[in-house]
């Protein structure tokens, strides 16, 4: 499974394909960590957290 949603600064949720790729300042809707968009040619646009 992929994670396809994170959570903006006003709480509303944004999904991968509204963003660009790389880092981000949204949120995992799970363990609230930063997301990076990772958005390649092969697989699924997906978030990634940041580490």
Aim: with cysteine.
């Amino acid at each position: 499974m992929w994670l396809k949603f994170g959570i903006a600064s006003d709480g509303k949720l944004v999904h991968v394909e509204d963003v660009g790729s790389g880092k981000t300042e949204l949120l995992c809707p799970y363990c609230y960590g930063k997301l990076t968009a990772k958005k390649g040619k092969v697989k699924q646009h997906h978030f990634a957290l940041e580490f």
